[in-house]
Antibody, heavy 118, light 107 residues
Framework: QVQLQESGPGLVKPSQTLSLTCTVS??????????WSWIRQPAGKGLEWIGR???????NYNPSLKSRVTISVDTSKNQFSLKLSSVTAADTAVFYC??????????WGQGTLVTVSS | DIQMTQSPSSLSASVGDRVTITCQAS??????LNWYQQKPGKAPKLLIS???NLETGVPSRFSGSGSGTGFTFTISSLQPEDIATYYC?????????FGQGTRLEIK
């Protein structure tokens, strides 16, 4: 059974860079035709896809965030990561990592709350 | 971006009721439409893929239909454990987009 687990600071100061890591267990991040995605959800609001990375490092980003987002993969650690720069309070959200298996998200992490505040 | 318009945004129904949620895509997405259930404090759970394909282990009271731009999600007989927020999500184009969600409550 594939499992995903987000990790990283729960509090980030405005203008700084938010960094999160998703650790995949129960399967290799390199196996199969998957993409590895980040999705966020502000409190009481809907879901926003941030972007994705393949095991080869190919990325796609949401145009609304593209200038601030970097997603990378470390196959040796079975992890992928998110960096979101120049954060503001509007970036406060629960961040989920998820596996994309065409045409759906089949496995999700439990989510991690990141608050942007000084 | 493909905009997904979901309605209603909230819904109150009684146990045993038939519940229907609609999702409209801003352009043709064929049948690349998924439905997720999200309970408070939990990650979304995939219920239906390809607009009408029920995922393994999902109760048969859940169903989906539609193609192109118009889609429907139905719970045939509402159960207390179905209280959640439901989201549609398109997989036709990047960026992936979700509907704004339908919050389902028991009357």
């Amino acid at each position: 059974q594939v499992q995903l687990q987000e990790s990283g600071p729960g509090l980030v100061k405005p203008s700084q860079t938010l960094s999160l890591t998703c650790t995949v267990s129960g399967g290799s991040i390199s196996s199969g035709s998957y993409y590895w995605s980040w999705i966020r959800q502000p409190a009481g609001k809907g879901l926003e896809w941030i972007g994705r990375v393949s095991s080869s490092g190919s990325t796609n980003y949401n145009p609304s965030l593209k200038s601030r987002v970097t997603i990378s993969v470390d196959t040796s650690k079975n992890q992928f990561s998110l960096k979101l720069s120049s954060v503001t309070a509007a970036d406060t959200a629960v961040f989920y990592c998820a596996r994309e298996r065409f045409p759906l998200f089949d496995y999700w992490g439990q989510g991690t709350l990141v608050t942007v505040s000084s | 971006d493909i905009q997904m318009t979901q309605s209603p945004s909230s819904l109150s129904a009684s146990v045993g009721d038939r519940v229907t949620i609609t999702c409209q895509a801003s352009q043709d997405i064929s049948n690349y439409l998924n439905w997720y259930q999200q309970k408070p404090g939990k990650a979304p759970k995939l219920l239906i893929s390809y607009a009408s394909n029920l995922e393994t282990g999902v109760p048969s009271r859940f169903s989906g239909s539609g193609s192109g731009t118009g889609f429907t999600f139905t719970i045939s007989s509402l159960q207390p454990e179905d209280i959640a927020t439901y989201y549609c999500q398109q997989y036709g184009n990047l960026p992936r987009t979700f509907g704004q969600g339908t919050r389902l409550e028991i009357k």
